[in-house]
């Protein structure tokens, strides 16, 4: 079965840090891109960042740009996203997602279930 | 960057009716762009692809249509089980964006 679980998710004061991860199964995982997408509550899917089969390529949001970072380790099957000086408008319930063969600039065909991030003083 | 516009925000219609929505793409995209479902408390399902290309496993029911710069995703004949939030999403290059979202309820 394909599958993907986040973790890492909690809560965090402004200004702090949270690495959140990715566990895949159930494919070939260095054949996909990856990306992350986020859902503050009660609002839309707003895309964080993607990174391509290999890690040599990757995107960022204007909203994170410079305060997170997209890897992955594709010997453990994994994408992870660094996130520093977090700010209350990034708490949202985070997806990691597959995307298209190779690249992250693609449709996102399975999605996990996603990690909570709370930023709160 | 490009926005996607989805409308209507949301919508209610009545079993076996059809039902259209529309996202518009600030600059063309060709057919880059997907549909995704999202039941209330659930993962976002991908629907389409291409435009116009169902997902395996997707009922006949959903279709897209469109290019460049206007697409529409359009459900036959509603069901009980469509009650969703829908969201179009383009990917020609970064950064990935979403529309809105329509929200689909049962009249």
């Known amino acids: 079965e394909v599958q993907l679980v986040e973790s890492g998710g909690g809560v965090v004061r402004p200004g702090g840090s949270l690495r959140l991860s990715c566990a895949a199964s159930g494919f070939t995982f260095d054949d996909y891109g990856m990306s992350w997408v986020r859902q503050a509550p009660g609002k839309g899917l707003e895309w964080v960042s993607g990174?391509?089969?290999?890690?040599?390529?990757?995107g960022y949001a204007d909203s994170v740009k410079g305060r997170f970072t997209i890897s992955r380790d594709n010997a453990k099957n994994s994408l992870y996203l660094q996130m520093n000086s977090l700010r209350a408008e990034d708490t949202a319930l985070y997806h990691c997602?597959?995307?298209?063969?190779?690249?992250?600039?693609?449709?996102?065909?399975?999605w996990g279930k996603g990690t909570t991030v709370t930023v709160s003083s | 960057d490009i926005q996607m516009t989805q409308s209507p925000s949301s919508l209610s219609a009545s079993v076996g009716d059809r039902v259209t929505i529309t996202c518009r793409a600030s600059?063309?995209?060709?057919?880059?762009l997907a549909w995704y479902q999202q039941k209330p408390g659930k993962v976002p399902k991908l629907l389409i692809y291409a435009a116009s290309t169902l997902q395996s496993g997707v009922p006949s029911r959903f279709s897209g249509s469109g290019s460049g710069t206007d697409f529409t995703l359009t459900i036959s004949s509603l069901q009980p089980e469509d009650v969703a939030t829908y969201y179009c999403?383009?990917?020609?290059?970064?950064?990935?964006?979403f529309g809105q979202g329509t929200r689909l309820e049962i009249k």
């Open positions: 990174i391509n089969w290999n890690g040599g390529s990757t």
């Open positions: 997602a597959r995307v298209g063969l190779g690249d992250y600039e693609n449709y996102m065909d399975v």
């Open positions: 600059q063309g995209i060709s057919n880059y």
């Open positions: 999403q383009k990917y020609n290059s970064a950064p990935i964006t």
